[in-house]
């Protein structure tokens, strides 16, 4: 699978974003579908997960309330809608695919190849 993440930007503090990361290769709808970020002198960390069939979605506490996951594998996209944006939601955020629910780094199939995200305050 080829993952291509788009929409980052810069917003401000309390702002919106909504990220795009679009499929192609292999059969979208079998893999599980997630984000992950990385901020400046930070390790990647995991944000939220949608499963294959998008009826189940996973999230970080920090994000829960205000980051949205879905999909929709008639257009092979997964989105992130990010609302109420903080300072610290500053990151390059990856688009991921996996199999089986597991979001350890190092069992993601397939990785996007980040977007940049700013929030200023």
């Known amino acids: 699978v080829q993952l291509q993440a788009s929409g980052g930007g810069v917003v401000q503090d309390g702002g919106s974003l909504r990220l795009s990361c679009v499929a192609s290769g292999r059969t979208f709808s079998n893999y599980d579908m997630g984000w992950f970020r990385q901020a400046p002198g930070k390790e990647r960390a995991f944000v939220g997960a949608v499963s294959w069939s998008g009826e189940t979605t996973v999230a970080v506490e920090s994000v829960k309330g205000r980051f949205t996951i879905s999909r929709s594998n008639a257009k092979n996209v997964v989105y992130l809608q990010m609302n109420s944006l903080k300072p610290e939601d500053t990151a390059v955020y990856y688009c991921?695919?996996?199999?089986?629910?597991?979001?350890?780094?190092?069992?993601?199939?397939?990785w996007g190849q980040g977007t940049q995200v700013t929030v200023s305050s």
């Open positions: 991921a695919a996996t199999v089986g629910g597991s979001w350890y780094i190092n069992q993601v199939h397939y």
